[in-house]
Structures are given as C-alpha cells and as structure tokens.
C-alpha cells in the first residue's frame, strides 16, 4: 500500500534529522519556544464554517503541484481569509520540509498544523520547535497506546492534535483515546481514491463537543453543499486552493455557499 510505503520512508528520514539536531537538543529547543502560541483548536471553534487551508508542494494522488503564486503571497491571501494554515512537512512523498512550516511561521499569525506522518516522540518536540500549533495523529498507522501516549506529549508541549479517522473502526478509537479534534479523511490513504460519502458516514459517530473536520475531496461548490449537511466545523483544502491564482477569494466563495446551504 502507498501508506506503507509512506511510514517507511518516514522511518528512513528520522535517523537524517536527528543527526543535524540531537533528541535532547530538539527537546531543548522545545521546551524553551517562546513564538506565539494561537490556538487552532479555538480557530475551528468559530461562528459558521472554519477553513484551514494547506500547503503542500506535491502529493502521490496529484504528483508535482506548480503553484501560480509564490509562497509569501500565498500566506498572505490565506492570512486574509482561511481560519488555520496546514503545512505538508514530509519530504519524499509531498516535498515538504520543515523549513516551509518556519517561513510560515514568520509572517502569519495563524494557527498552523504540522501536517506529517508523525511515528516518532522527536517530530512532535520538532513540532513545537518549527512553530506549529497542532500536529496530525493519522489513526491508521498508529495503535492505541502510541496514540495515547502521543496525544499525552502533545498536551504537555500545549499543542492540539487532529485525530484524522477513515473508517468506523478508526474513528472509534480515536474518540475512545479522548480526541477533542476529530477530522475525517475522504482520501483512503491505502489507494489515495477520494469519497466524500466517508465524511457523511462517519459524521453520525461525532459527538456535537468535539470540533468535527472535513478533510481532501473538496473542489467545487457541490462539495461544500453537501459537506455543509453533514455538520462540519472545518474543512481543510489543499489542491483546490494550492491550483487557483487566487485562494483569498475561493475560500471566501465557499464561506459563503456554506452560509446559504445552512441558512
């Protein structure tokens, strides 16, 4: 499976990132963070539909994405009208790399998500470290006590965690390990094929306390209409804002098709 394949390289990384900065360093680095700390779980929690809108250079479904707009400019226009920022980190399946998340960082005051294949205790103190003010727990590659453990680190670096559920079997155990932010992937990572269904589905699990996202599969205003009916707190979009010139506008086009729909 592509998500095999995935974890696996992620495995190969960790051993390069450690040796540019030691464990002990990197939770050095960590604990002594003193860079703002928006909170993106309070960022979801707002009046009508929340937006997080991502950044990623490329993915295994769509392969290489050539952006219209240069990093810099892409924040601001997100700065403008997105709620929360994702930041793809993973270097050989998206071409992430930590130092994205950092310029980010610099010049936006959002809440932003580190969004990786995290399997290790050292990505989550790099995390911290880089900015980031939330960190993705994927339920698939995870069983329940690296999840609990991991959620546990990433309350005490005061950091929220997006449990990202597939199936009903995932996010059972998302909600079992106390998620407060639970997020629904339409894309199966297995085959990266893209059911927006998956989210309406699942959306009956949800208890109305805990902040509910829409995640992948949304491209057209039809999407939003019907992920607007399945009482979303947040979508997170990444090809559709990462392929138009102007994403400020898009995103808020789709606040409003969700306004209407729920009106």
Not at 114 to 132: L, N, T, V
Not at 139 to 157: C, H, K, S
Not at 206 to 222: K, L, N, Q, T, W
Not at 253 to 259: A, D, F, L, N, Q
Request: aromatic share 8%.
């Amino acid at each position: 499976m592509i998500l095999d394949k995935i974890v696996e390289d992620k495995k190969s990384r960790l051993p390069e990132h450690k040796a540019k900065i030691s464990p002990s360093e990197m939770r050095r680095l960590a604990e002594n963070y003193d860079g703002i700390s928006p909170s993106f779980k309070a960022g979801l929690e707002r009046p009508g539909i929340s937006i997080i809108g991502e950044f990623k250079n490329a993915s295994p479904s769509l392969g290489n994405i050539v952006s219209k707009i240069n990093l810099t400019d892409r924040i601001d226009e997100y700065n403008d009208s997105v709620d929360c920022i994702s930041c793809l980190t993973e270097e050989d399946h998206f071409l992430g790399n930590v130092d994205y998340l950092k310029q980010i960082r610099a010049i936006s005051p959002l809440p932003i998500l580190r969004k990786d294949f995290m399997i290790d205790e050292y990505q989550f103190y790099e995390a911290k470290a880089i900015g980031a003010n939330a960190i993705l727990l994927i339920t698939g590659i995870l069983d329940d006590v690296q999840m609990r453990d991991f959620y546990q680190l990433t309350t005490e670096l005061g950091l929220d965690a997006l449990f990202e559920a597939h199936d009903e079997e995932q996010m059972d155990r998302a909600l079992n390990c106390g998620a407060k932010i639970v997020g629904v992937n339409n894309r199966d990572l297995r085959d990266f094929m893209i059911h927006l269904e998956t989210t309406k589905r699942l959306s009956k699990m949800v208890p109305e306390d805990r902040v509910f996202v829409a995640e992948s599969g949304i491209v057209e205003d039809g999407d939003v209409e019907f992920l607007a009916e399945c009482h979303v707190d947040a979508f997170l979009i990444g090809r559709a804002f990462m392929e138009s010139e102007n994403p400020r506008a898009l995103a808020k086009h789709w606040k409003e098709v969700y306004s209407r729909r729920i009106s």
